[in-house]
Structure formats: structure tokens, C-alpha cells
């Protein structure tokens, strides 16, 4: 992976308490392991621009196994943390275990030392310790902070819970072989696809790994 090109993906955001670090090369930090195309670099632009709150509603499409919820599902929840850690951030998908699978690699990331590296100040339960802080694999709360990560499967409720950024992640199992699609932002839907969460026509952002990407007015 060239380090030196993803540095570039994105112009850094000002922050109010200090640099914060662009999308992409927070990703190669904490994934080192991951391979990036053309697409990649365009997709993870977009993300960037998600979390500085250019786009403020966002739909991912592309064909699986492209790194869709590597990049919205796993990466972006952990990188908005780290940037805010008021945010309360929900993840919802088809099953609660996928919905889960990705809440528990979001702690995984936020435990390691290189995520620290980034982002000293978000931190979660470890053990027991605290003990007033909720960890499981649907919820995890950060330390000294309000915000935090929770995942609900399609037939789950998010009742009684704030959420300031909904990610809504593959909420149809086997509904096409040939792309799948991805939700970030508030409330938002696809008409057809998740009838259960109300419609919102505004969206904001779409990226589409066969044509690039395109902000909407």
C-alpha cells in the first residue's frame, strides 16, 4: 500500500482541538492490511467528507467483496469516534450477529495501539474496568464520554436510544448478486428496500463503485 497517495485522498479538517487525521490515511493505519484500488480512494474521499459533515446522508453501492462495509461499517464508526466522542452511532443490518460482527471490529480497532495513536482519547471498557460502562457485542459506551456504538438487527428496536449517525448495512440478506448497498446518515431509506425506516428523498451523497462519486444538491 503507498502510505504517501492516501495522504492525499482527503484535505484535512481544522479541529477545534487539534489535527485530525484524513480517512484514508487513518484506515492504512489501523488496516494495514488492506489492498486499495482506484475505487477505494474515491470511496474513502466520500467518507471523509461524511465524517467532516460535507454529506450529511450518504448511499454506498457496489459489488460485494469490494469493501463497502470494511469502509461505512467498520472503519467510518470507528474513525467518528475518534473525532467526536459525544456520538452516539447505531449499526443496523439484516441479523443482529452481522450487526454485531461489526460493532465488535469497531471495539477491536478502538483497542488497538495504533488506534491510539490516532486517537488518544477515545477509550472503551477493558475487562471489568470500569465498571460503569457498558461493553457487549451490541453496545459499547466510551470512557468519560457520551457517545458510543450500538447494533440492532432488522426486527430490533433502537426505542428510548438517541442515535446522531445510523448506519444501515446489508438490511436484506441475498437481495441482489450483483451490488449491495449501504445507508450512513440520519434517517434515511431506500423505498422497497427497508420499508420499516421512514423515507427521507433528500439524500445528500451517493457513491457507486462503477461510476465514481457524485454529491447531490
Not at 460493532?103 to 486517537?119: G, K, L, T
Not at 448497498?181 to 434515511?188: A, L, N, T
Request: overall charge positive; hydrophobic content about 40%; charged content about 25%.
Amino acid at each position: 500500500m503507498n502510505i504517501d497517495v492516501l495522504k492525499d485522498l482527503s484535505p484535512a479538517e481544522p479541529a477545534s482541538a487539534g489535527d485530525l487525521p484524513p480517512f484514508g490515511l487513518f484506515a492504512a493505519g489501523v488496516y494495514p492490511f488492506l489492498e486499495f484500488r482506484w475505487f477505494h480512494e474515491a470511496y474513502y474521499r466520500v467518507l471523509e467528507a461524511f465524517a467532516a459533515g460535507r454529506v450529511r446522508r450518504l448511499i454506498v453501492t457496489m459489488p460485494p467483496q469490494h469493501g463497502k462495509s470494511v469502509g461505512a461499517s467498520t472503519l467510518l464508526p470507528a474513525y467518528l469516534l475518534g473525532r467526536n466522542t459525544d456520538l452516539r452511532i447505531a449499526i443496523a443490518s439484516y441479523s443482529a450477529s452481522l450487526a454485531s460482527k461489526f460493532n465488535r471490529r469497531v471495539q477491536r480497532i478502538i483497542d488497538s495501539p495504533e488506534y491510539a495513536a490516532f486517537f488518544p482519547e477515545t477509550t472503551i471498557k477493558r475487562g471489568a474496568r470500569p465498571p460503569e460502562y457498558l461493553r457487549t457485542a451490541d453496545e459499547v459506551e466510551l470512557i468519560g464520554h457520551r457517545g458510543g456504538l450500538l447494533s440492532v438487527g432488522r426486527e430490533g428496536a433502537l426505542t428510548g436510544n438517541r442515535v446522531d449517525c445510523f448506519i444501515l448495512d446489508d438490511l436484506y440478506r441475498r437481495r441482489s448478486r450483483r451490488e449491495v448497498q449501504c445507508f450512513v446518515g440520519g434517517h434515511i431509506a431506500l423505498p422497497g428496500l427497508c420499508p420499516q425506516f421512514r423515507t427521507n428523498k433528500s439524500v445528500l451523497g451517493r457513491f457507486s463503485a462503477d461510476a465514481g462519486h457524485r454529491l447531490l444538491a
